[in-house]
Nanobody, 115 residues
Framework: VQLQASGGGLVQAGGSLRLSCAAS????????MGWYRQAPGKQRELVAT????????NYADSVKGRFTISRDNAKSSVSLQMNSLKPEDTAVYYC?????????WGQGTLVTVSS
C-alpha cells in the first residue's frame, strides 16, 4: 500500500495550495479518506475527511470555509484545496486511508505559510 502525497511548499499568508494524494495497493473506493496535519511540537490533528463516494465531508473548525477536500475514485486520488492560508496552517500534511479502523498513512508533505 502506498499513499503518495504531493503539492506542499512555501506560500505567503493569504495564498493557496492544492495537495494531492495518489493511492495504490488498495481498493480506493472502499476507503474513507482524510487529511491530517502535524505542526512542530504539536500532536497530529484531523484537517478534513471525505466519505466513500465523496458526498460527505467533515472539516476541522479551524479550516472550515477555507479548505475543500475532494476525491476521484477513478484515479484513486484525494485532494485538499487550501485557500486563504494562514501562518498557523504551517505543518506536515498527511494523507490517510481508513477502512473500519484499518488505516494507512502517506509520508507527508510540508506546507509552510509565511506571514
Amino acid at each position: 500500500v502506498q499513499l503518495q502525497a504531493s503539492g506542499g511548499g512555501l506560500v505567503q499568508a493569504g495564498g493557496s495550495l492544492r495537495l494531492s494524494c495518489a493511492a495504490s495497493g488498495i481498493i480506493f473506493s472502499w476507503y474513507h479518506m482524510g487529511w491530517y496535519r502535524q505542526a512542530p511540537g504539536k500532536q497530529r490533528e484531523l484537517v478534513a475527511t471525505i466519505n466513500l463516494d465523496g458526498t460527505g465531508t467533515n472539516y476541522a473548525d479551524s479550516v472550515k470555509g477555507r479548505f475543500t477536500i475532494s476525491r476521484d475514485n477513478a484515479k484513486s486520488s484525494v485532494s485538499l484545496q487550501m485557500n486563504s492560508l494562514k501562518p498557523e496552517d504551517t505543518a506536515v500534511y498527511y494523507c490517510n486511508a481508513d477502512l473500519r479502523g484499518n488505516s494507512y498513512w502517506g509520508q507527508g508533505t510540508l506546507v509552510t505559510v509565511s506571514s
